[in-house]
């Protein structure tokens, strides 16, 4: 298992930051690599909701469905899939701190398959690369 842990501190409320990062319309805005999404559950937001997004990683289209499993108002929201031989379980966490928000994103990476058991631990960097990427995405939203 591939685990990546990164935080950053967001000038912004908890409300503001946790309803970018736990609503795939406001995330969407956030993150520009992302230029589709789909709702695919009657449930059309917090736990239980499932959707699919498409981002172009690389000059690739990628789609993946996620599903949220865990939800708790401006506390945390955790968004499980099941991609490429690999369940991709991140964690979001927001909390005030000091006037500002904390937002502590934590990714597990767990393969299934053998090529993504080899390949996941020497792809790690890119994985946080590209974590930190949308974090910073979704702190200039917030901040603006």
């Not at 842990?5 to 805005?29: A, D, L, M």
């Not at 981002?55 to 899939?81: G, P, Q, S």
Request: aromatic share 6%.
């Amino acid at each position: 298992m591939v685990r990546i842990s990164i935080i950053r501190k967001i000038e912004s409320t908890v409300e503001n930051v946790f309803n970018t990062i736990s609503n795939i319309t406001n995330f969407s805005k956030a993150v520009p690599e992302i230029v589709d999404f789909e709702i695919l559950s009657e449930i059309k937001s917090g736990l239980g909701m499932r959707f699919s997004e498409t981002r172009i990683t690389n000059k690739k289209k990628m789609v993946t469905e996620l599903e949220i499993t865990e939800f708790v108002k401006n506390d945390h929201v955790r968004m499980v899939a099941d991609s490429h031989g690999t369940v991709w379980d991140t964690l979001f966490e927001v909390k005030q701190e000091n006037g500002n928000t904390v937002l502590k994103v934590t990714m597990d990476a767990k393969a299934h398959k053998l090529l993504s058991k080899l390949l996941n631990p020497l792809m790690k960097g890119l994985f946080r690369k590209g974590v930190a990427k949308n974090l910073d995405d979704v702190k200039k939203y917030c901040e603006r």
